[in-house]
Every structure is written in structure tokens, then in C-alpha cells.
């Protein structure tokens, strides 16, 4: 099965990569969760629009990649969500979106809500890590506090 993808899929490839994979993967993993497109002819046109929106977003180069780490290394991040009670137990969770809008109210670099990686889900007050994978070669380790609205 030959498809376009829309989104980075590890070991395969990144946005606008046209690729063969195997129809089970392509029909059940790849297409319902909109990772890729069937390539055909007008498909393959929006390759380049695809990738022109991906390059305004993407990290340009390890250089770059290591520049917008150490700006986000510096950062003191907060995350207000709604508490369920006095134990600090949240009503809800805090999401990949919850920390790029914290980057961007502490005046951090633009990220992609795809390269922010919470570890399981962030259900009470306190202090955690979060993880920004910039570049195959880059991480950066974010310290997150949340706190109780």
C-alpha cells in the first residue's frame, strides 16, 4: 500500500514522505488515526503544501535544535488546573497543549503539540518532568509546576 504521510511516524518517516507499508498497517494504524493518506495523484499535490507547513513549524538543524533546548531550559513553567479537593487530585489531566501554552505564556520558543511527551498522565499538584523531543538527537527536560486553580 503506498501512502502519503501527514504526521512523524517513528521508523518510518516524517511529513510528506511518501512510503510503502503493508496493508494491514496502512488500513488499521495508519489511516484511522490520520498519520497518512492514500497516495494518489491529487494526494501527491498536497505533498508540498504538507511540507512547506511542516518546515514553518520544524526544527531547522542540530544547532537549532540545541538553541531552542537551552531556551527552554531556562524557563520556570505553571500549569493552573481545576482541583478536585484538598488531596491535590485534579478533575481532569494536563495535556502536551496545557504545557506548549505554558511555554509560550513564559515566552518560550513555538513548539509542536506532537514533540511534547507527558509521561503517562499528570493527575495531581506538584511539581513534573516533561519531556520536548526536538530532534532525533535532542531532548530537552521541562520542570512543570502545577497548580491548583
Known amino acids: ?22 496493508d494491514g498497517y496502512g488500513r ?17 499535490k498536497q505533498v508540498a503544501s504538507i511540507q512547506r507547513a511542516q518546515k ?6 542540530l544547532g537549532h535544535a540545541k538553541e531552542v533546548a537551552g531556551q527552554l531550559g531556562g524557563l520556570n513553567l505553571t500549569v493552573k488546573a481545576k482541583a478536585a479537593g484538598d488531596s491535590g487530585r485534579l478533575f481532569g489531566s494536563v495535556t502536551a497543549t496545557d504545557v506548549i501554552e505554558a ?17 503517562g498522565q499528570i493527575k495531581t499538584v506538584g511539581t513534573h518532568a516533561v519531556t520536548v523531543r526536538l530532534h532525533p538527537e535532542v531532548t530537552a527536560e ?8
Open 1 to 22: 500500500m503506498k501512502l502519503i504521510l501527514t504526521a512523524e511516524v517513528p521508523n518510518l518517516g516524517g511529513p510528506g514522505d511518501i512510503v510503502e507499508v503493508k
Open 28 to 44: 488499521n494504524y495508519l489511516l484511522p488515526r490520520k498519520l497518512a493518506v492514500v497516495a494518489t495523484r491529487g494526494a501527491e
Open 56 to 61: 514553518v513549524r520544524a526544527i531547522r538543524d
Open 103 to 119: 511555554v509560550r505564556a513564559a515566552g518560550g520558543p513555538p513548539l509542536d503539540r506532537r514533540a511534547v511527551e507527558v509521561p
Open 142 to 149: 521541562l520542570e512543570v509546576a502545577v497548580v491548583a486553580s
